[in-house]
């Protein structure tokens, strides 16, 4: 009984001209991301990519979840092959359906029948296989509104497939197909989620953080890697880019007036990320701001900031609240990562009183104040840069 799996696109469907060349890339991240697990035969066809096994002993519930991390695919399933008969399909789907329909006291049959050659039309396929499953499996009902199974007959140019339990995939675009973007990713909740958003989007993320030893610790840069490891699975290996911040951070404390320490700090933030952009050719900078969650992220604020950068800054969390936010957290596993107790240098030296809405004019002379850019050359220079690929 042969089984593979087909895994189906979504929105990259509707692409034009172009199609193939999402499809090319969706197809490269899947051969990767299985190379661990085994070798695979793929062929593509009719907006559905065919991954047939072609060792002993691999695990194609390993293999599903594997592929359900992996952005531009829509639905994906397990699917017992047939050859393109009726009397096929009715003599090995009974068996193969016997684990999903023995516990359920619903189902339909639902037929695509892309073969229009193909001597029988839907609505008969449906009807009579559904007659031979209830011959089978007495205790079953048919629901055709709200079924607890929906088994799936697709009669396709080669062979005909049969389905029941159709998983949803992560959706999107596949990484690599909207270019590069570098994610300021600090210890907290937001960032990693706003990674996991762009890459959604298809955007390849490369992450930044900065480090203030001795006020962060070595266990808070191991947690911002842990974080970016997490993210792995979803955005492709992250290139991890530290940055030594100690210098500039006391120069702010020494130089700028208080209440805009975390403005101006996150102004000289990206300005550095700029520069390491540039070196990766990267298009944007990804942060995780959320109006109004903190003092640096109300509009004004967030103008301030956005001043000093030449590159589109994305914020893919913008409008959302923190609820949202944590859901996806939890999601894609870094929840628990990101609320370990160790500080990142955007807290230890934030401000009691913290201008809220402050001037751009205001941030620029305070920033003036003192020349940073001999203090943003060595910490670019003194950048460390490490890979970091999923477990």
Do not use: W
């Amino acid at each position: 009984m042969q089984e593979i799996i087909l895994v189906k696109y979504g929105e990259m469907a509707l692409k034009g001209l172009n199609k193939a060349g999402f499809e090319d890339v969706l197809l490269k991240n899947i051969r990767r991301r299985l190379k661990r697990i085994g070798q695979f035969r793929y062929t593509k066809a009719q907006s559905t990519i065919y991954i047939v096994p072609e060792e002993e002993g691999i695990s194609l519930d390993e293999t599903l979840e594997q592929l359900q991390k992996i952005f531009g695919i829509a639905a994906l399933c397990k699917a017992l092959v047939c050859e393109k008969s009726f009397d096929s399909i009715c003599e090995r789907a009974p068996e193969y359906l016997e684990d999903a329909l023995r516990g359920a006291k619903t189902f339909k049959v639902n037929a695509k029948r892309a073969d229009k050659s193909f001597p029988m039309k839907s609505p008969e396929i449906c009807a009579e296989l559904g007659g031979l499953l209830l011959s089978k499996f007495p205790h079953l009902k048919v629901d055709v509104q709200n079924p607890e199974v929906t088994v799936t007959v697709e009669i396709r140019d080669t062979n005909a497939y049969v389905h029941a339990a159709k998983l949803p995939g992560a959706g999107g675009l596949p990484v690599g197909t909207s270019g590069k973007a570098l994610l300021l990713l600090s210890g907290g909740i937001d960032s990693p989620v706003a990674g996991y958003m762009m890459a959604k989007r298809g955007v390849y993320i490369s992450a930044i953080h900065f480090a203030s030893p001795p006020y962060t610790s070595e266990r808070a840069r191991i947690k911002v890697e842990t974080l970016a490891q997490k993210m792995a699975p979803y955005c492709g290996a992250v290139a991890f880019f530290c940055v030594p911040f100690t210098e500039i951070q006391e120069a702010i404390r020494s130089h700028c007036p208080e209440e805009f320490f975390t403005v101006i700090m996150r102004r000289l933030m990206m300005e550095i990320a700029q520069r390491i952009a540039a070196k990766e050719n990267c298009l944007a900078l990804v942060t995780g701001e959320s109006v109004g969650q903190v003092a640096s992220q109300t509009l004004q604020a967030i103008a301030a900031t956005d001043a000093v950068s030449e590159i589109p800054v994305l914020r893919p969390l913008i409008g959302m609240d923190k609820t949202e936010i944590i859901a996806i957290a939890r999601k894609i596993d870094t929840f628990d990562t990101s609320i370990q107790p160790y500080e990142d240098c955007c807290t230890v030296f934030t401000p009691k009183h913290p201008k809220v809405r402050p001037r751009l004019e205001d941030i620029a002379r305070a920033q003036a104040a003192f020349d940073f850019s001999a203090m943003i050359d060595a910490a670019v220079e003194g950048t460390e840069i490490k890979l970091i690929r999923a477990e």
